[in-house]
C-alpha cells in the first residue's frame, strides 16, 4: 500500500512541478481533499524575514569573498608577471637595437640588467600566482 501512495504522490508532485512552470498556481489545481498537498507548497512569510535575511546574506559574503579574493589576486599575480614579462623583452629589444647601432658597453649594460632585473620580477610574480591560498 505504501509502494502505491508514494508513486500516486510523486506523480502529483509531477503534475504540480509543471503546472507552476506554467504558471499556475497550486491552489487552482488541486481539488478539496488535496489541500494538505497544496498547503505544504505555499510560500510563508513573517516580519522576521528581513533580520533573517540579513543574517543568511552575511554568511553568504562570508563563503563567497574568500575564493573571490583569492581569484583576484591570483589573476593580479599573472597580469603582473606579463607586464614584467613584457618589459623584459622591450629591455631586451633595446640592448640588442643599442648593439647594432652604436655599442656603447655601459648603456647596453644597463638594458641587459634591466632585462635581467624585470625577467625575475616576472617569474616570481608568475610564481606566486601559482601559491596563492
Do not use: D
Not at 505504501?2 to 481539488?31: E, V
Not at 589576486?73 to 629589444?93: D, N, S, T
Amino acid at each position: 500500500m505504501r509502494g502505491r501512495n508514494a508513486s500516486a504522490l510523486r506523480k502529483r508532485f509531477r503534475i504540480l512541478a509543471c503546472a507552476l512552470a506554467l504558471g499556475l498556481t497550486p491552489l487552482s489545481l488541486a481539488p478539496a481533499s488535496h489541500t494538505r498537498l497544496t498547503a505544504a507548497i505555499r510560500l510563508y512569510y513573517n516580519l522576521s524575514m528581513p533580520a533573517n535575511m540579513l543574517t543568511a546574506l552575511w554568511r553568504s559574503c562570508r563563503v563567497t569573498f574568500p575564493p573571490l579574493w583569492r581569484v583576484a589576486r591570483q589573476v593580479f599575480h599573472e597580469a603582473a608577471g606579463a607586464m614584467f614579462i613584457i618589459f623584459a623583452a622591450y629591455g631586451v629589444l633595446a640592448a640588442w637595437r643599442q648593439w647594432k647601432t652604436r655599442p656603447v658597453l655601459w648603456i647596453v649594460g644597463f638594458a641587459v640588467v634591466y632585462a635581467l632585473m624585470m625577467t625575475i620580477f616576472g617569474l616570481v610574480s608568475f610564481r606566486r600566482a601559482r601559491r596563492v591560498r
